[in-house]
């Protein structure tokens, strides 16, 4: 059973900076396409960044390219997102989700099949 546990988030003012980690356990994690998705309240969960097992391929969402970057560390079965001049818009509950698929670089929700908790993330001053 894969497990994924996010951590990281917290308050930040306008135009800080914050990394997000998400730790798997479980599974193969080097196998996996690892996903980045966003929850604001009152909205739809959204795509935010996906990269594949070699992390040779990335995709990011329109509203946080150039600002927020994804990476991992197949040693340390982790994921990692980097954000970047965060904005009040960027207020979400973030979640880290696996694909055990790997072989695709998908910006839906209903590809991953294994999701962590979520970790909050507040942008306010």
């Known amino acids: 059973q894969v497990q994924l546990v996010e951590s990281g988030g917290g308050l930040v003012q306008p135009g800080g900076s914050l990394r997000l980690s998400c730790a798997a356990s479980?599974?193969?994690?080097?196998?996996?396409?690892m996903g980045w998705f966003r929850q604001a309240p009152g909205k739809e969960r959204e795509f935010v960044a996906a990269l594949t097992r070699s992390a040779g391929s990335v995709k990011y969402a329109e509203p946080v390219k150039g600002r927020f970057s994804i990476s991992r560390d197949n040693t340390k079965n982790t994921v990692y997102l980097q954000l970047n001049t965060l904005q009040p818009e960027d207020t979400a509950v973030y979640y880290c989700?696996?694909?055990?698929?790997?072989?695709?670089?998908?910006?839906?929700?209903?590809?991953?099949?294994?999701w962590g908790q979520g970790t909050l993330v507040s942008v306010s001053s």
């Open positions: 989700a696996a694909d055990t698929n790997g072989l695709r670089l998908s910006a839906r929700p209903n590809v991953y099949d294994h």
């Open positions: 479980g599974g193969t994690f080097s196998t996996y396409t």
